[in-house]
């Protein structure tokens, strides 16, 4: 079964967001992560900021990177929701570092910090709807 044809026919709530705007809602957001997180990497590198800064970061990176492929492509709502809560940990990590040191970095998280939450609150009533 494609995986489109899979999410379509889970069971969603009332509130669940149309397909067609994840995409456009991921591109704004990878294009502030890309700017945000390459700061921080080039910071670290550059020796402006602690190499321990960088760790949630790249904890929620993977965790980011890992929810399509669980989601869509083993199409398992459990192992998704754990990444998801993964994705929103690490992200709230990553900005409560990097605020005292760089502020701007932390603002900009603010959409997708909204977003992250939403998604998680989306996925754990989708897997809980789907048992």
Avoid: E, H
């Avoid at 957001?29 to 602690?50: D, E, N, R, T």
């Avoid at 949630?56 to 459990?78: E, H, K």
Wanted: glycine share 2%; hydrophobic share 65%.
């Amino acid at each position: 079964m494609t995986s489109y044809l899979w999410y379509s026919q889970l069971i969603k709530p009332f509130w669940a967001p149309p397909a067609w705007l994840f995409g456009p809602v991921w591109t704004v957001l990878y294009i502030l992560i890309a700017i945000s997180f390459g700061a921080v990497f080039v910071m670290v590198l550059k020796k402006q900021l602690a190499r321990n800064v960088a760790v949630p970061f790249v904890l929620n990176l993977i965790s980011n990177f890992a929810f399509t492929p669980l989601q869509f492509g083993l199409q398992n709502n459990y192992l998704a929701a754990i990444d998801i809560l993964l994705v929103l940990v690490t992200l709230i990590w990553a900005i409560i570092v990097i605020f005292r040191s760089v502020r701007w970095i932390a603002y900009v998280q603010i959409p997708y910090l909204l977003w992250v939450t939403f998604a998680t609150i989306l996925q754990l009533t989708v897997m809980y709807l789907n048992i």
